[in-house]
């Protein structure tokens, strides 16, 4: 008879197995993710200027009272492009209002990039140095946050944002947000 | 006059856009090096397994500023280390704090070595059972007296 202790290896062997291939099985990006202390807080305050009219100014109470999007995204980022699609077919359904937070970027070539792409954003906010991203824990663009109609941050989705994330997660979010 | 007064502003402009640029690291080596050793036990956020003290990412260029910017304004290790623990989490510390989620991870190694020395200590409990219930036959005893006595006696039989 097979003596139980002989198949403790093995047992172990598949709870290493089986860890890898949760892990493994995701989707890409998401395994680097890192949890948001943020999330269920108030959306960190900031008055930046915005990028089609630099004498007029962006803070989230501006958007307070409706459920919003914001984007963290740059020119130099290749994976904002990547996104860029998903967030234009959003604009266009008007589902929910998308702001831009132009990260570390200059003026211009965010200017440039909306021309040749398209913009998808009511507005986006220039944070130049940077400041208000860390204040968002932003470590890589692209980053987005969906803000309920109080201001506080219900969820962030790191990486560009797929259709899938958008079907799946995003929207279901706030339509839910939507009722409250 | 006035036009001598422009041209003399003018010139002063660049200086006082410089001022406000990031002053050279060696200033103040005694601050230098407290912003070195606190972002050691800094992650940096985008090459996650490097601190912020061996990065040369832009955001950990940018993170180190601002805990030397939070340092120059009077504020203490402890202060920065929440700061950027309340925008990027438990994940920027190197030592992770003691909570339900990472308790396995301050306990796990503790919890292994109890398992592994009750293994042990009931094992060797069981060993030393079967040595003291195992009673040697007469005809045992006698080979072992005669092995013990005559080293060649029995090998070669």
């Known amino acids: ?180 | 006059m006035k036009h001598i007064l422009f041209a003399l502003m003018l010139g002063l402009a660049p200086l006082a856009v410089t001022a406000g640029e990031a002053q050279p690291t060696n200033n103040d080596p005694a601050l230098e090096k407290r912003v070195m050793a606190l972002s050691a036990e800094l992650r940096c956020l985008v090459c996650q397994n490097q601190s912020l003290a061996d990065s040369h990412a832009e955001l950990a260029i940018d993170l180190r500023n601002e805990v030397r910017d939070m340092m120059k304004s009077g504020k203490s290790d402890a202060e920065v280390v929440d700061y950027l623990v309340a925008r990027y989490g438990d994940f920027v510390r190197y030592r992770p704090p003691m909570n339900t989620t990472t308790a396995l991870l301050w306990f796990g190694p503790l919890i292994l070595a109890v398992i592994g020395a009750g293994v042990l200590f009931f094992n060797l409990m069981k060993r030393r059972r079967r040595v003291a219930e195992t009673a040697l036959t007469d005809e045992e005893r006698k080979r072992a007296a005669a092995l013990l006595n005559d080293g060649a006696g029995e090998t070669k039989a």
């Open chain 1, 1 to 180: 008879m097979l003596r139980l202790r002989f198949l403790l290896p093995l047992g172990i062997f598949l709870v290493v197995v089986g860890f890898f291939f949760v892990t493994l099985r995701q989707p890409e990006g998401t395994r680097e993710a890192l949890p948001s202390p943020l999330i269920n807080k108030a959306a960190p305050d900031f008055r930046l200027a915005q990028l089609h009219e630099p004498n007029q100014f962006f803070t989230p109470a501006d958007a307070r009272g409706k459920v919003w999007l914001l984007n963290v995204w740059a020119s130099w980022c290749v994976s904002c492009r990547q996104e860029h699609p998903v967030l234009m077919e959003l604009s266009r359904a008007g589902l929910v209002p998308i702001y831009g937070l132009n990260y570390k970027d200059k003026r211009e070539d965010s200017a440039n990039w909306l021309a040749q792409f398209g913009n998808p954003y009511v507005l986006s906010a220039v944070d130049g140095d940077g400041r208000v991203g860390i204040d968002y824990g932003v470590y890589g663009a692209p980053e987005t946050y969906v803000i309920d109609k109080k201001g506080v941050i219900r969820y962030k989705h790191i990486g560009p944002v797929s259709a899938d994330a958008l079907n799946n997660k995003i929207l279901p979010l706030v339509q839910e947000l939507e009722k409250s």
